[in-house]
T-cell receptor, first 115, second 114 residues
Framework: DAGVIQSPRHEVTEMGQEVTLRCKPI?????LFWYRQTMMRGLELLIY????????DSGMPEDRFSAKMPNASFSTLKIQPSEPRDSAVYFC?????????????FGSGTRLTVV | GDSVTQMEGPVTLSEEACLTI???????????LFWYVQYPGEGLQLLLK?????DKGSNKGFEATYRKETTSFHLEKGSVQVSDSAVYFC?????????????FGKGTRLSVIA
């Protein structure tokens, strides 16, 4: 398996622009998680899905952030409009839904810079 | 709620030194415990895990023992290498809390110098 695949690896955008981050989880994994990592706040859980259904989005910082999972093999995290304080590394992770604990498999992340 | 507390870094060691990174937890149920490692520019990778009291997880020369009596899961390595330089995260999964996400500590940065 290729693991959790995120794209793009790096994104530089101007303030006010829309940004879309993409994630392909490991096939057969039922859980998908979006995290944000910054030096100041560490690793923050933004939202997670189970079987493509959002379970908890209480970590989404503002209405500017939205996430979708239209099918089992794809998820997006969108920021519209983007702001400089959104600059961070965004990680996607997936996990199987059986006999926990399996832990998570993380993607390599998308480094977002908003200027 | 559940929480994980790790020793603050950064930790700087010379090559071949002994490493201990402390981790303690609070959980309402009977958690499973994990250590993740993040190398520069990469995502987190599962390093080792333990699912019940007195279990020892081990991988790549690292070890951690699940101590229920002290609610701890300290990470140890007898002889570190430069390639071990990374950020280490302790985490728990509380099986009794249903399908809740992993709870991560804040991470401990380790730098090993030659």
């Amino acid at each position: 398996d290729a693991g959790v695949i995120q794209s793009p690896r790096h994104e530089v955008t101007e303030m006010g622009q829309e940004v879309t981050l993409r994630c392909k989880p490991i096939s057969g994994h039922d859980y998908l998680f979006w995290y944000r990592q910054t030096m100041m706040r560490g690793l923050e859980l933004l939202i997670y899905f189970n079987n493509n259904v959002p379970i908890d989005d209480s970590g989404m910082p503002e209405d500017r952030f939205s996430a979708k999972m239209p099918n089992a093999s794809f998820s997006t995290l969108k920021i519209q409009p983007s702001e400089p304080r959104d600059s961070a590394v965004y990680f996607c992770a997936s996990s199987p839904n059986r006999d926990r604990p399996y832990g998570y498999t993380f993607g390599s992340g998308t480094r977002l810079t908003v200027v | 709620g559940d929480s994980v507390t790790q020793m603050e870094g950064p930790v700087t060691l010379s090559e071949e030194a002994c490493l201990t990174i402390n981790c303690t937890y609070t959980a309402t149920g009977y958690p499973s415990l994990f250590w993740y490692v993040q190398y520069p520019g990469e995502g987190l990778q599962l390093l080792l895990k333990a699912t019940k009291a007195d279990d020892k997880g081990s991988n790549k020369g690292f070890e951690a023992t699940y101590r229920k009596e002290t609610t701890s899961f300290h990470l140890e390595k007898g002889s570190v290498q430069v390639s071990d330089s990374a950020v280490y995260f302790c985490a728990l999964s509380d099986r009794d809390s249903g399908n809740t996400p992993l709870v991560f500590g804040k991470g401990t940065r380790l730098s090993v110098i030659a």
